[in-house]
């Protein structure tokens, strides 16, 4: 445990001591379940198929769970379900797709993966790897008549802590070229966070909570984008 612990704090400078608990305590649960399966398992087996219903579904990370989080919830009456996991690689959201966006039946998906990818949370990746991840996805979510959105990788800032040494901007940038490449060459509908929360290489510190999540403020900059990217995927 104590070596485990300093590996952990090699990785993750200036975190607390209950920080690094909370990173233990994570990678504990990667360990009982890899794909966290059982996280939304038993809600979508809850899910009733309403008829001629433009269902979403959001596949992400912590960006995209916090903001089911923030005040006035995620997109409040529309039929969009959050199905981001924090901490998550790409993948691990392409071991539950089947489960969490297939089993939905939604008309589109909006899949935002790489930051997690870029900062080692579950070992190096490289760009080439990640790529092939979301690929599989997209040609998961083609064969099942899903409509696809590919969504930028968000900034960061060392705003709280040093968060630009694991998650560098080059790398962010870097990914979001291709991201932006494959979805233009594949008919991917392009969303673009990354323009509303960056200034320069880096998160503006008024949109965000940590550094690295959208607070409130970053989350109703991002909101629009997503509603016009949806919209233009259900139009293809």
Same mark, same amino acid.
């Given at each position: 445990m104590v070596s485990l612990s300093a590996g952990l704090g090699a990785q993750n400078?200036?975190?607390?001591?209950?920080?690094?608990? &909370?990173?233990?305590?994570?990678y504990r649960r990667v360990l009982l379940d890899w794909g966290s399966l059982t /996280?939304? $398992?038993?809600?979508?087996?809850?899910?009733? %198929?309403?008829?001629?219903?433009?269902?979403?579904? *959001?596949?992400?990370?912590?960006?995209?769970e916090k903001w089911?989080?923030?005040?006035? $919830? *995620? #997109?409040?009456?529309?039929?969009? *379900?959050?199905? $981001?996991? !924090?901490?998550? !690689?790409?993948? &691990?959201m %392409?071991? @539950? #797709? /089947? &489960?969490?966006?297939?089993?939905?039946?939604?008309k589109v998906v909006v899949i935002q993966a790489g930051l997690n990818d870029l900062?080692?949370?579950?070992g190096p990746s490289s760009e080439a790897t990640i790529g092939e991840h979301l690929m599989s996805m997209v040609d998961l979510a083609k064969a099942n008549g899903i409509r696809v959105v590919l969504a930028s990788?968000?900034?960061?800032?060392?705003? !709280?802590?040093?968060? !630009?040494? @694991?998650?560098?901007?080059? @790398?962010?940038?870097?990914?979001?070229?291709?991201? @932006?490449? #494959?979805?233009?060459?594949?008919?991917?509908?392009?969303?673009?966070?990354y323009s509303v929360?960056?200034?320069g290489r880096a998160m503006k510190r008024e949109l965000t909570v940590d550094g690295l999540v959208p607070n409130a403020a970053g989350y109703a900059k991002m909101t629009p984008l997503a509603e016009k990217a949806i919209a233009e995927a259900l139009a293809k």
């Open positions: 400078e200036g975190l607390t001591r209950e920080q690094l608990e &909370q990173e233990l305590d994570a /996280r939304y $398992g038993s809600e979508n087996a809850e899910v009733k %198929l309403k008829p001629g219903e433009n269902r979403v579904v *959001f596949l992400g990370d912590e960006i995209t089911g989080e923030v005040e006035g $919830g *995620f #997109f409040p009456g529309k039929p969009y *379900f959050n199905r $981001g996991i !924090t901490r998550q !690689t790409s993948a &691990q %392409l071991v @539950r #797709f /089947r &489960q969490d966006v297939i089993g939905l039946k939604p900062g080692g949370v579950m990788v968000t900034p960061v800032c060392d705003c !709280t802590r040093v968060l !630009t040494k @694991r998650r560098s901007p080059g @790398r962010i940038l870097g990914l979001n070229g291709w991201l @932006r490449d #494959f979805a233009k060459s594949s008919g991917l509908v392009y969303l673009d966070y929360l960056g200034e």
